[in-house]
C-alpha cells in the first residue's frame, strides 16, 4: 500500500513537469524578485563636548553660543544725541556725503528696515535740517521711515528679536574713531551700550563689548585712552560682579573684551601696539577675543611678523576671522574657505584657543561703494551652508556678522522684502566716478574724464541704476533671524547636522 502511494506521486509530478514544459509558455510566471527596503538614513546630530547654557543662567563661555555682532550706530535728527546738533550729522551713519537722500553716493545703506514694530521712527524729507534729507518713496506711495539706535525702544525691540528667535546675544561696536576723544560719538555709543545692557539682563541674552580698531593709534587716539575707555565701562557696569549685569559674557572666569582688526596691515598700528593693548586689558580683569584677518595663520609683513603675530593670537582665550568681501558664493566657500576653517579650528584646538567661524548671510555695499558686488543670499543657502560646514567641521561657537549692518547689506534682523524697498532714483540725475588706482569715487553735476581716473569710470547715476537689496519676496522678513536660531538649535544637537534647515 504504501508503495503504490509513491508511485503515483511520481506520476503526478511527471505529468506536471512535462506540462510546464509544452508550447503554452504564458500559463506559467515566475514570481518577481522584490528588492529589500533601504532604510532612510538616519539624521545625525552635532554632539557637544561642553555643557549647553541653561536658560536663566550666566554666560560663562562663548562655547556653545551663536553671537552676532551689533553695530548700534543709527542716529536720526530729533533723537536726543549731540549728532544732532549738527546738520551733517543729523542722519548718524545713514548719510553720505553729509546727506540723507535717494541715489549713490547720497546715502550710506543698501537695506532697509522693517519699521512695523518700531515705537519712534523718523522720516527723511520731513524730519531734520531741510536740505540734508530728501523723502524716499515706498512703492504704496508713502514716505519710508528709520529708526535710531539713540531711543531705549529699538535697542530693547532688537533685544526681544534676540530672545524671540533663539540668539544668545550680541558683541556690541565700540569704534575707537568715533569713541575715544570724540563726544558726540561717546555720547552716541555710550547711551546705546545703556541701552543694550539693560536689554540684556532684560531679555536675559548674552552682551560683550568689542572694540573696532580703525582709528586706534591716529593722533590722539591711543592706548592710554583706550584703556581708561574700557575701564570704564568695567567700572559702571561693575562687570566683575555677576550679581550686577548677571549676562555679560566671561571666559576663563573673566568678562571678555574683544578687539576687532588685529593683523591687518591698512590699520595704522602694529603688532607691538597690539601685544602691549592686550598685555594692559587683561592687567585690567579682562579676557580676550580677536577678530583677525582671514589669513591670520599664514600672514606675515613688516608690521605682522609671523611669530609675533601667532604669539599675540595664541595670548587670546577666543578669536575669529574676518571674511566678508573674501568669498561670495556657496562653490567658492566649499572649495577654498573651508579647508582653511578647517586647518584654522584643528590650529586653535591644538594651542588651546577657541575658535569662532564668521558666518553672514550675503553683502551689499553699493550705495557707499559703486564698484563692489552684491554677494547674493541665495534665500538663507549661503548663509546655511556657512554655518553647517563650520559646524561639521567641529566648531563650538559661531560669530555672525551682523545683526543690524544695513549700510553692507549683511543684516539679519527686519528688513522690507525686494519688492516693497523705497526708490532709490535721485531728484535730479548727476555723474558718479571711480578712481581704480586710489579706490575713491566722486559725484558731481559735471562728468570726469575717464583718462584721468587711472582705470576707473564715470557714468550717470541713472545708468548705474543702484536699488536698495531686501529680504527675497518669498520670505517672511525675520526669515535670516530664525535661520539664526536654528543655527543655534544644530550647534546645540537639537536639529539634525545637515545643510538643509528644518521645516518652518
Same mark, same amino acid.
Given at each position: 500500500m504504501k508503495q503504490n502511494k509513491i508511485?503515483?506521486?511520481?506520476?503526478?509530478?511527471?505529468?506536471?513537469?512535462?506540462v510546464a514544459c509544452g508550447d503554452d509558455k504564458g500559463d506559467y510566471i515566475p514570481p518577481a524578485i522584490e528588492e529589500p527596503e533601504t532604510p532612510p538614513a538616519e539624521d545625525v546630530y552635532n554632539k557637544p563636548d561642553f555643557e549647553l547654557h541653561e536658560d536663566g543662567k550666566p554666560f560663562?563661555?562663548?562655547?556653545?553660543?551663536?553671537m552676532a555682532g551689533y553695530q548700534g550706530w543709527f542716529g536720526a535728527p530729533g533723537d536726543g544725541c549731540r549728532h544732532s546738533n549738527s546738520d551733517n550729522t543729523a542722519w548718524y551713519h545713514y548719510r553720505e556725503s553729509e546727506v540723507f537722500k535717494p541715489g549713490v553716493l547720497q546715502n550710506s545703506i543698501d537695506m532697509w528696515p522693517d519699521m512695523s514694530e518700531y515705537e519712534k521712527r523718523y522720516t527723511p524729507g520731513v524730519d531734520g535740517p531741510k536740505g540734508r534729507s530728501s523723502k524716499f518713496i515706498?512703492?504704496?506711495?508713502e514716505a519710508a521711515q528709520v529708526y535710531s539706535a539713540y531711543d531705549e525702544s529699538s535697542v530693547l525691540l532688537h533685544f526681544k528679536w534676540m530672545k524671540e528667535y533663539g540668539i544668545d546675544g550680541v558683541f556690541m561696536q565700540r569704534f575707537v574713531g568715533e569713541v575715544i576723544n570724540n563726544p558726540d560719538g561717546k555720547d552716541?555709543?555710550?547711551?546705546?551700550?545703556?541701552?543694550? /545692557?539693560? @536689554?540684556? &539682563?532684560?531679555?536675559? !541674552?548674552?552682551? +560683550?563689548v568689542m572694540y573696532d580698531l580703525g582709528g586706534f593709534m591716529e593722533g590722539n587716539r591711543d592706548e592710554s585712552a583706550l584703556l581708561a575707555d574700557a575701564k570704564a565701562i568695567m567700572d559702571t557696569y561693575q562687570l566683575l560682579d555677576r550679581n550686577q549685569q548677571k549676562y555679560y559674557l566671561y571666559e576663563d572666569g573673566k568678562p571678555l573684551l574683544a578687539l576687532w582688526g588685529v593683523g591687518f596691515d591698512e590699520k595704522p598700528f602694529n603688532a607691538d601696539q597690539i601685544?602691549?593693548?592686550?598685555?594692559?586689558?587683561?592687567?585690567?580683569?579682562?579676557?580676550? /577675543?580677536? @577678530?583677525? &584677518?582671514?589669513?591670520? !595663520?599664514?600672514? +606675515?609683513?613688516?608690521?605682522?611678523?609671523?611669530?609675533?603675530?601667532?604669539?599675540?593670537?595664541?595670548?587670546a582665550n577666543v578669536i575669529f576671522p574676518w571674511f566678508v568681501g573674501r568669498y561670495g558664493s556657496i562653490e567658492v566657500y566649499n572649495s577654498h574657505r573651508k579647508p582653511i576653517i578647517d586647518a584654522d579650528i584643528q590650529w586653535c584646538k591644538k594651542n588651546g584657543v577657541h575658535y569662532a567661524p564668521?558666518?553672514?548671510p550675503g553683502g551689499a555695499d553699493l550705495n557707499m561703494h559703486p564698484n563692489n558686488s552684491v554677494m547674493e543670499r541665495l534665500g538663507g543657502r549661503f548663509f546655511w551652508e556657512q554655518i553647517y560646514g563650520g559646524i561639521k567641521l567641529g566648531a563650538e561657537m559661531i560669530y555672525v556678522a551682523m545683526f543690524d549692518e544695513i549700510d553692507e547689506g549683511t543684516a539679519i534682523f527686519k528688513c522690507l522684502n525686494k519688492s516693497d524697498v523705497p526708490s532709490n532714483v535721485p531728484e535730479t540725475d548727476y555723474y558718479v566716478w571711480y578712481n581704480k588706482a586710489k579706490g575713491s569715487y566722486g559725484h558731481g553735476s559735471s562728468p570726469k574724464?575717464?583718462?584721468?581716473?587711472?582705470?576707473g569710470w564715470c557714468k550717470k547715476a541713472s545708468e548705474l541704476n543702484i536699488v536698495f537689496q531686501g529680504v527675497e519676496d518669498d520670505l517672511p522678513t525675520d526669515h535670516y533671524l530664525w535661520l539664526t536660531g536654528q543655527a543655534r538649535k544644530m550647534l546645540r544637537g537639537e536639529v539634525p547636522l545637515k545643510n538643509a534647515w528644518p521645516a518652518r
Amino acid at each position: 500500500m504504501k508503495q503504490n502511494k509513491i508511485n503515483y506521486w511520481l506520476l503526478g509530478t511527471l505529468f506536471l513537469g512535462l506540462v510546464a514544459c509544452g508550447d503554452d509558455k504564458g500559463d506559467y510566471i515566475p514570481p518577481a524578485i522584490e528588492e529589500p527596503e533601504t532604510p532612510p538614513a538616519e539624521d545625525v546630530y552635532n554632539k557637544p563636548d561642553f555643557e549647553l547654557h541653561e536658560d536663566g543662567k550666566p554666560f560663562d563661555t562663548y562655547r556653545g553660543l551663536v553671537m552676532a555682532g551689533y553695530q548700534g550706530w543709527f542716529g536720526a535728527p530729533g533723537d536726543g544725541c549731540r549728532h544732532s546738533n549738527s546738520d551733517n550729522t543729523a542722519w548718524y551713519h545713514y548719510r553720505e556725503s553729509e546727506v540723507f537722500k535717494p541715489g549713490v553716493l547720497q546715502n550710506s545703506i543698501d537695506m532697509w528696515p522693517d519699521m512695523s514694530e518700531y515705537e519712534k521712527r523718523y522720516t527723511p524729507g520731513v524730519d531734520g535740517p531741510k536740505g540734508r534729507s530728501s523723502k524716499f518713496i515706498l512703492p504704496n506711495g508713502e514716505a519710508a521711515q528709520v529708526y535710531s539706535a539713540y531711543d531705549e525702544s529699538s535697542v530693547l525691540l532688537h533685544f526681544k528679536w534676540m530672545k524671540e528667535y533663539g540668539i544668545d546675544g550680541v558683541f556690541m561696536q565700540r569704534f575707537v574713531g568715533e569713541v575715544i576723544n570724540n563726544p558726540d560719538g561717546k555720547d552716541h555709543f555710550d547711551m546705546v551700550l545703556k541701552h543694550a /545692557m539693560k @536689554g540684556s &539682563n532684560q531679555f536675559q !541674552r548674552a552682551i +560683550s563689548v568689542m572694540y573696532d580698531l580703525g582709528g586706534f593709534m591716529e593722533g590722539n587716539r591711543d592706548e592710554s585712552a583706550l584703556l581708561a575707555d574700557a575701564k570704564a565701562i568695567m567700572d559702571t557696569y561693575q562687570l566683575l560682579d555677576r550679581n550686577q549685569q548677571k549676562y555679560y559674557l566671561y571666559e576663563d572666569g573673566k568678562p571678555l573684551l574683544a578687539l576687532w582688526g588685529v593683523g591687518f596691515d591698512e590699520k595704522p598700528f602694529n603688532a607691538d601696539q597690539i601685544a602691549s593693548l592686550i598685555a594692559a586689558l587683561k592687567e585690567q580683569g579682562w579676557s580676550i /577675543m580677536l @577678530g583677525v &584677518n582671514d589669513d591670520w !595663520r599664514t600672514h +606675515s609683513s613688516s608690521k605682522w611678523p609671523r611669530a609675533k603675530y601667532t604669539d599675540i593670537v595664541k595670548s587670546a582665550n577666543v578669536i575669529f576671522p574676518w571674511f566678508v568681501g573674501r568669498y561670495g558664493s556657496i562653490e567658492v566657500y566649499n572649495s577654498h574657505r573651508k579647508p582653511i576653517i578647517d586647518a584654522d579650528i584643528q590650529w586653535c584646538k591644538k594651542n588651546g584657543v577657541h575658535y569662532a567661524p564668521h558666518c553672514f548671510p550675503g553683502g551689499a555695499d553699493l550705495n557707499m561703494h559703486p564698484n563692489n558686488s552684491v554677494m547674493e543670499r541665495l534665500g538663507g543657502r549661503f548663509f546655511w551652508e556657512q554655518i553647517y560646514g563650520g559646524i561639521k567641521l567641529g566648531a563650538e561657537m559661531i560669530y555672525v556678522a551682523m545683526f543690524d549692518e544695513i549700510d553692507e547689506g549683511t543684516a539679519i534682523f527686519k528688513c522690507l522684502n525686494k519688492s516693497d524697498v523705497p526708490s532709490n532714483v535721485p531728484e535730479t540725475d548727476y555723474y558718479v566716478w571711480y578712481n581704480k588706482a586710489k579706490g575713491s569715487y566722486g559725484h558731481g553735476s559735471s562728468p570726469k574724464d575717464e583718462s584721468q581716473l587711472e582705470g576707473g569710470w564715470c557714468k550717470k547715476a541713472s545708468e548705474l541704476n543702484i536699488v536698495f537689496q531686501g529680504v527675497e519676496d518669498d520670505l517672511p522678513t525675520d526669515h535670516y533671524l530664525w535661520l539664526t536660531g536654528q543655527a543655534r538649535k544644530m550647534l546645540r544637537g537639537e536639529v539634525p547636522l545637515k545643510n538643509a534647515w528644518p521645516a518652518r
